[in-house]
């Protein structure tokens, strides 16, 4: 999931402000507005990161030899790189270059691994600064895909012994995941890919406006 994240914004991080000039460009001209140019950004990206999740789990899924749902799996990578995405957009979107984007990014990320829940649990994290995590697109899918590979959906279907029923559910306990929740933190995840959308076409607004 880690990877997958850095490989979802790297994408981002180093095209997008190369793209922006033809955008200012176009968008001064009247050729179109910010909102239509992001919708077609979308729409082309949801098939390719699909598909990059598909060819990442097909490598991945069975050398490992995982039990949860593959296509489970596969969703959850998706919607998850769509959300960093997202969070590398505005990134790119705020930056004046490819070069100042690379720079803002590494704060943001980091954070996002700290708050993931893999390194450091979140009952450690100072209360004041827990609020962060619900900006953490990684944090939820790593739950999600935890969820799908330890839960008692994939416990219950290939008849796990009792100790590694036990182990599975210490491993959820020890990461603070609640499998009854998986609703909410796909609802976060999706949220996330909303909210920095919106937030990138009003930056991109904004930029165009005072370029011009």
Known sequence: MIGGMF????PILLRFPLDRGIFLREYATSTYGALPYFLSKTVIELPQMFLNALIT???FYFIVGLQGSFIIHVLIFWIAGLSAASTALVI?????NA??????APPVFV????????FLPTEQIPCGLRWLQY??????????IVINEFGNATQTAKDWPYEARMQADQLMD??????ALWPMYTGIIIGLFFAFRTLGVLAL?????SFF
């Not at 490989?7 to 790297?10: E, M, P, R, S, V």
């Not at 954070?111 to 893999?118: D, E, M, N, S």
């Not at 900006?135 to 999600?144: D, M, P, Q």
């Not at 607004?205 to 406006?209: F, L, N």
Request: proline letters at 2%; a neutral charge.
């Open 57 to 59: 789990w097909v490598c």
């Open 99 to 104: 070069e100042a984007a690379q720079q803002l």
């Open 111 to 118: 954070l996002q691994l700290l708050f993931a829940g893999v």
């Open 7 to 10: 490989g979802a914004i790297q």
């Open 174 to 179: 020890y990461n603070d995941i609640d499998p």
């Open 205 to 209: 607004m904004y930029k165009a406006r």
């Open 135 to 144: 900006l953490s697109s990684l944090k939820y899918g790593i739950n999600l």
């Open 92 to 96: 790119g979107c705020l930056a004046s």
